[in-house]
Nanobody, 120 residues
Framework: QVHLMESRGGFVQAGGSLRLSCTAS????????MGWYRQAPGEGRDLVAT???????MYADSVKGRFTVSRDNDKNTVFLQMSSLKPEDTAVYFC??????????????WGQGTQVTVSS
């Protein structure tokens, strides 16, 4: 079975930085995109950033210039470097990977979520 494990989030003051990581493990036969979503209280789960297997990235407008997504293909790990954090970045952050499992099916897999809180 495929498992995605995020690093622990944390509490940070506005303007600070935080780095998240997520590692996929299990019966994985290929990984396409990896990335991050987030969900604030009372809101839906929104795309934050994605990175393809070849390193192409895309970002939500709200985080452009502040967040950087990267990956280590050898370790099946995706990172999110968050800088210049704002209170509106407060959310549960979910890692995802679009991958092929041991049944040769491409699916989205999700981490359990990690809390990031940014204080004013």
């Amino acid at each position: 079975q495929v498992h995605l494990m995020e690093s622990r989030g944390g509490f940070v003051q506005a303007g600070g930085s935080l780095r998240l990581s997520c590692t996929a493990s299990g019966s994985i036969f290929g990984i396409n995109d990896m990335g991050w979503y987030r969900q604030a209280p009372g809101e839906g789960r929104d795309l934050v950033a994605t990175i393809s297997s070849g390193g192409s990235t895309m970002y939500a407008d709200s985080v452009k210039g502040r967040f950087t997504v990267s990956r280590d293909n050898d370790k099946n790990t995706v990172f999110l470097q968050m800088s210049s954090l704002k209170p509106e970045d407060t959310a549960v952050y979910f890692c995802y990977a679009h991958l092929r499992d041991d049944r040769s099916r491409w699916r989205d897999y999700w981490g359990q979520g990690t809390q990031v809180t940014v204080s004013s």
